[in-house]
């Protein structure tokens, strides 16, 4: 396959996969991309060649330790008491 879109290419009609699906299936496994619809162009290709070319996403726990700034005083307060008045508490005067 020379550049990103081959010169010939088979577009199957949303009729013809759903018809032939195993075989829209078959040959995007062995011939590659298997283009469907003509006026909402949509590709099935195999779930292998997919996942190669998607690039792994961390975590976002993850990301925010690595992209947090260095270098600077950040103050975790360690007093987890509330200051605002809880209604309907125990031993609250109203």
Request: overall charge positive.
């Given at each position: 396959?020379?550049?990103?879109?081959?010169?010939?290419?088979?577009?199957?009609?949303?009729?013809?996969?759903?018809?032939?699906?195993?075989?829209?299936l078959?040959?995007?496994?062995?011939?590659?991309?298997?283009?469907?619809?003509?006026?909402?162009?949509?590709?099935?290709?195999?779930?292998?060649?997919?996942?190669?070319?998607?690039?792994?996403?961390?975590?976002?726990?993850q990301?925010?330790?690595?992209?947090?700034?260095?270098?600077?005083?950040?103050?975790?307060?360690?007093?987890?008491?509330?200051?605002?008045?809880?209604?309907?508490?125990?031993?609250?005067?109203?």
């Open positions: 396959m020379v550049g990103r879109h081959p010169e010939r290419r088979r577009v199957w009609t949303v009729a013809q996969a759903k018809a032939r699906l195993s075989e829209v078959r040959l995007a496994e062995e011939e590659g991309p298997q283009h469907i619809g003509m006026r909402r162009s949509f590709v099935v290709v195999p779930a292998s060649a997919w996942y190669a070319n998607t690039p792994h996403r961390q975590p976002m726990g990301w925010l330790v690595d992209n947090m700034p260095r270098g600077t005083a950040l103050h975790i307060p360690r007093d987890r008491k509330s200051r605002r008045e809880i209604p309907f508490a125990a031993g609250t005067a109203e």
